[in-house]
């Protein structure tokens, strides 16, 4: 007992340390080292780092997926989408708002990260908004609130969807089916929420014979965020074509699934891969003249998911391996046994505060997962809840969070200061993580 005491011990400085905004990736390694150094077992340490850091099941998905959301920013495709997805707002300004938090996103379905889908959709997204008569405060908490608050969560690569489906022996295409009620209830909350609001806010900032916000006001305007250059404003003309090429390999993903006979080497790790590699190759061949550098993007973006998101998940699974070689796993078990409101409300709360504290939606998520969906069977609760709990819950804290970059890159985008973003997109997060737990607590997901 005298163990588990001082392992609780060294997670409540973990805890303190991430508050103090330690990476929480450092936080994590040294938690675990220090923990399974306390169980007596060193070796797990150094096994299961070396198993994580080779997992195919992880490393594969997760590495392509963001390969190809690098050749689709480099083959400019993205931008092609963005205005696709936001034609309809040029012509019914009622969309604005609702649109303004639809269409980034969707495009975080395909680009996995906020913080780029950010980047991407906010130069073309927030001018629309602006000359549509919305203010900026709305404009750009609408950029944060759609980038941020679930998309990437009906990609079979995303790191909540990969990690889920190995906790659940399933496939990711069936993973992001299983997470839908969930991710759009949270989702679709917090747009109505964030929509009332800010109807009644410009109500009370519109004054008679009030002209549209400048467009003078955004930081660079008229310039690319891309990779940190700049680039002249020019009159854009829209491909169909490069549109729909970041949405390819989700098609493929979802058509395979329905494939009755499969050659068995095709495993969904590999079809993931294949898929991306897929929609890299008609990227080149829609926009020849980047072909030449389409290897070298995918590469930059596969070394990028594994320095910023393989090296969380690994830790976290660190993590989440030495509190189970210290016991404190069966410590929780016995702590939850008959008591199945605790687990789900658990489920909701502690991934939603770790993000919160850390700036990040995946470290929690996954690392919450790992520890309470294997709990689920056992005290007759769904697994696929407690994960979906874990992933949509992490995705509101992060947005809510400080710390988060997607609010740093938003904040730059735009120029809005991440106190008053935060101000705005708190309150219908907080109201969507009240109402997922209600429906959870009443068996409705």
Wanted: hydrophobic share 60%; glycine share 8%.
């Amino acid at each position: 007992m005298t163990v588990q005491i001082l392992a609780i011990a060294l997670i409540v400085l973990g805890a303190v340390a991430a508050v103090r905004k330690v990476d929480i990736r450092i936080v994590l390694g040294a938690c675990a080292l220090a923990i399974f150094l306390l169980a007596g077992k060193p070796i797990g340490f150094f096994v299961t780092f070396a198993a994580q850091m080779s997992n195919l099941n992880t490393v594969v998905p997760i590495c392509s997926a963001m390969g190809f959301a690098f050749v689709v920013r480099m083959t400019r495709c993205d931008r092609h989408l963005i205005h696709l997805l936001t034609a309809p707002l040029r012509w019914v300004r009622a969309l604005t708002i609702p649109g303004g938090v639809a269409v980034p996103f969707v495009v975080n379905t395909a680009i996995v990260s906020q913080s780029s889908t950010s980047a991407t959709v906010g130069p073309v997204l927030v001018p629309l908004a602006l000359t549509a008569g919305v203010s900026l405060g709305t404009a750009a908490s609408m950029l944060l609130l759609g980038s941020s608050v679930g998309g990437e969560l009906f990609n079979p690569g995303a790191v909540e969807i990969v990690t889920l489906s190995g906790l659940l022996s399933t496939e990711a295409t069936a993973t992001v089916a299983r997470l839908i009620p969930a991710n759009l209830l949270a989702s679709g909350v917090a747009l109505v929420t964030f929509w009332l609001l800010a109807i009644r806010l410009e109500r009370s900032l519109a004054a008679p014979g009030a002209s549209a916000p400048s467009l003078a006001v955004l930081p660079n305007f008229g310039k690319s965020y891309e990779n940190g250059t700049e680039e002249a404003d020019a009159p854009f003309r829209l491909n169909i074509v490069m549109a729909l090429v970041p949405i390819i390999p989700l098609a493929i993903l979802f058509a395979v699934v329905n494939v009755d006979e499969k050659p068995k080497e095709l495993t969904e790790t590999i079809l993931i891969g294949a898929a991306m590699l897929v929609g890299t190759v008609v990227a080149g061949i829609v926009v020849p003249r980047k072909a030449g550098e389409l290897l070298h993007a995918f590469f930059d973006g596969a070394g990028y998911a594994y320095t910023h998101v393989i090296s969380l998940i690994v830790t976290a699974v660190l993590f989440t391996e030495s509190i189970k070689a210290v016991g404190l796993i069966e410590m929780l078990a016995s702590a939850m046994a008959g008591r199945p409101v605790l687990l789900i409300v658990g489920a909701t709360i502690l991934p939603f505060t770790l993000a919160v504290v850390t700036g990040s939606g995946i470290a929690p998520a996954v690392a919450v997962m790992q520890i309470l969906v294997p709990l689920a069977a056992p005290m007759g609760v769904d697994p696929g809840t407690i994960g979906a709990l874990c992933a949509v819950s992490a995705q509101l804290g992060r947005t809510t969070s400080p710390a988060a970059a997607v609010v740093m890159m938003t904040s730059a985008v735009t120029g809005e200061p991440p106190a008053r973003l935060l101000r705005r997109v708190a309150p219908p997060l907080l109201v969507a993580l009240v109402v997922l737990l209600i429906v959870a607590l009443a068996g409705g997901i």
